[in-house]
Nanobody, 120 residues
Framework: EVRLVESGGGLVQPGGSLTLSCAAS????????MSWVRQAPGKGLEWVSS???????YYADSVKGRFTISRDNAKNTVYLQMNSLKTEDTAMYYC??????????????RGQGTQVTVSS
């Protein structure tokens, strides 16, 4: 059974930083692309970033230069380092298995999410 467990969310002031973690199990993590997606109140899922096994990483324009995705294959964990946070980054953040850009939302395997709130 695929299991994804996110952690690290919280309340942070604009300009602050947070690092999210996602512990994965139930599938061969080393061979899987991993993504982060988010959902703001009243909006649909938004792709944030993806990391591939070959080392390639991709970012949405809205977070490019501020967020960094990384993965530790020894720990079956993917991270999202978020710097220079803005109020518009407020959302529930989900870790997802695969390249979320090409998977239908209804077919996306994701965790329970971790809330990030950016507010002064």
């Amino acid at each position: 059974e695929v299991r994804l467990v996110e952690s690290g969310g919280g309340l942070v002031q604009p300009g602050g930083s947070l690092t999210l973690s996602c512990a994965a199990s139930g599938f061969p993590f080393n061979y899987a692309a991993m993504s982060w997606v988010r959902q703001a109140p009243g909006k649909g899922l938004e792709w944030v970033s993806s990391a591939f096994t070959g080392g390639s990483k991709y970012y949405a324009d809205s977070v490019k230069g501020r967020f960094t995705i990384s993965r530790d294959n020894a720990k079956n964990t993917v991270y999202l380092q978020m710097n220079s946070l803005k109020t518009e980054d407020t959302a529930m953040y989900y870790c997802a298995k695969g390249d979320a850009r090409v998977i239908r939302d209804s077919d996306l395997t994701r965790g329970q999410g971790t809330q990030v709130t950016v507010s002064s």
